[in-house]
Structure formats: C-alpha cells, structure tokens
C-alpha cells in the first residue's frame, strides 16, 4: 500500500534490502481515505518521535505502508521508474556501541561474503552534519540494483538510509536522492524536547538521581521507592508535555536502567 507524499509536513523514514523487495511495481491499488488517514497518521507519530530521525523525501513520491516493512525499517518511499524495479528511499535503525567507521568494515565485509561490490564514498553533509556515504551494488531478477547508503551514529544508535534504483536508473534519480541525504536530521530527545531551561535542568537532576539510585539498590528496591515515584512526579509535573512525549522519555529510561539489572544479575 502506497500513498502520495505531500510536501507540507515532516517525515521519518528506515532501511536497507526492503528497498529489493518493496519496488517492485509500478501497478499499485489506490488505497480508501481510512487507510490513507491511518498511514498519514502514523507517519506523522513517527515524524515527532523524540530521540528519532527523518528525511524530506522527494515530492510526489508515495508512502509505503508500514505493516508490509520490516521492525527496523521506520519510514520508505517509493518513486516511479521505467521498469517494475522502482526507486526507493527508505530509513532503518538498529542498536550499536561500536563507531560509524566499526559499522562500516561489518558492511563491507558482508557485502564482500556475498559476492556484491561495496565502496566508501566518504561523508556528506545532512542537517545532522556530516555522515557516512558509501555504495553497494547487487544483482537481482530486475537487473543490476545500485544502493547508496547514508549511515550516522546517534546516541548508541544506527541510522541507515537507503536510496536504489536500477543501476541503469540510478543516474536519472541520483539529483533526488542527494537532497534526500542531505535532509537528514535527528529529532531532540526528550529532555532536548523541554524548552524552558529551569524545567529541563530539574529534569536531567531528576534522571541523574534516578540512574544514581539503580547503582545502589536491587531491583525490586529500585521499582518500589525509586522508578514508580518517579514516573509520579514526571506525570504531575510534566503533563502539558503530552503522553507521548512522556512515553518516549519512560521508555529510554526503562531500556536504559533495567537492561543493566538483567546483565548484571
């Protein structure tokens, strides 16, 4: 399912060989005004994601539904080419403690196992700065597929976006899918997210104590007396944020603070 990108509200998007199996026709039913409202909304959730990324895709291309892509792939368009291989630009994630450049030799050496060439085309500049630029290349039943790959580190986290096309395509759309790149930016996370100064440092104390006291207590502890007031305090003193926003701070904290418990026990 697909629906035409409109050029008056932010996106996110995700990545990688989707792109080898989401373009494959240029014949596509017109979805209903409900599912079309249903996938709009959902991409305008992700757009406003704290912590997430996105790109401005090109104009008039369509949104792929997210129920037909993988969990890591967050956002995909697909364009209009000659052949049933469309191009497509799509945007993924995926948790990593290791440096761009420590991601890059995984890349290149699982492009080398599979037989397909991959090179580093340096940096580009996006709105988040500078990020990696590389190519692959592959073979499929439509042809040759060319892919370039943007690839940025945020706060433990990968972004990879991925533009294909037919190799024999690829020139024709290379104009769209730089502008795509180069738009490229992260959302503040959600303490960023806290305009007024005096609120966002009472925020950050109120995190640091929280992370102090998880060294220092066992877990059960750490649910009672520490992590359930705290969310009391964050719903009280925090509501005009919305639940959404309050959402995605717990969520950080939570993956953050009880991961550790279930390493160390």
Not at 165 to 178: H, R, T
Not at 242 to 258: I, P, R, S, T, Y
Request: aromatic fraction near 12%.
């Amino acid at each position: 399912m697909l629906i035409k990108f409109r050029f008056f509200f932010p996106v996110v998007f995700s990545i990688v060989a989707t792109s080898l199996s989401a373009s494959q026709s240029n014949e596509q039913p017109e979805p209903s005004s409900a599912k079309e409202k249903e996938i709009i909304n959902k991409f305008i959730k992700i757009a406003s994601e704290p912590g997430g990324s996105f790109f401005s895709p090109p104009e008039g291309w369509m949104f792929s539904d997210l129920d037909n892509l993988p969990p890591r792939v967050k956002f995909m368009v697909v364009g209009k080419g000659k052949s049933l291989f469309r191009p497509s630009i799509n945007l993924a994630t995926e948790k990593y403690s290791g440096t761009v450049n420590d991601y890059l030799k995984v890349v290149k050496n699982i492009n080398n196992t599979k037989g397909d060439s991959w090179k580093n085309l340096g940096t580009i500049d996006t709105l988040a700065g500078p990020a990696s630029l590389s190519q692959a290349e592959t073979t499929t039943k439509w042809g040759e597929v060319r892919m370039m790959h943007l690839i940025a580190s945020h706060k433990g986290v990968i972004h990879i976006m991925t533009a294909a096309a037919l190799k024999e395509e690829f020139s024709q759309f290379y104009p769209e899918f730089f502008r795509a790149m180069q738009s490229f930016r992260f959302n503040k996370s959600a303490i960023e997210m806290v305009a007024e100064p005096s609120r966002r440092t009472m925020l950050e104390d109120t995190c640091s104590k929280l992370k102090n006291d998880r060294k220092t207590m066992n877990i059960d502890a750490f649910r009672k007396d520490s992590w359930v007031p705290f969310k009391t305090t964050i719903t009280e003193q925090f509501a005009d944020m919305g639940e959404e926003w309050e959402q995605a701070l717990f969520m950080d904290l939570e993956e953050e603070l009880f991961n550790d418990f279930n390493t160390s026990s």
